[in-house]
């Protein structure tokens, strides 16, 4: 879920990986690696991913919270 709901935040704002790359000053396989679950984010990488996205961290994360318990209640 968490996977799907980054690669959505990103597509949401119409960015491509190499666009999000640029702006957060990595690659594109990087961003791939993340999307794809290869590459794990810690917390000061989610949170500057999110900055790139214009996506405030609280919100990601409650917007996560919120597919996961619904996940759980399926």
């Known amino acids: 879920m968490f996977l799907r ?3 959505a935040a ?3 704002v119409g960015l491509s990986q190499e666009q999000l790359a640029q702006t957060l000053r990595a690659t594109q396989s990087f961003i791939s690696k993340c ?3 290869e590459r794990r984010l810690d917390l000061v990488e989610l949170r500057a991913w999110c900055a790139a996205l ?3 961290l609280p919100k990601f994360v409650s917007e996560w919270d919120k ?7 399926e």
Do not use: D, K, T
């Open 5 to 7: 709901q980054l690669r």
């Open 67 to 73: 597919l996961v318990e619904r996940g759980a209640a």
């Open 54 to 56: 214009g996506v405030p």
């Open 10 to 12: 990103r597509e949401r």
């Open 35 to 37: 999307e794809r679950g």
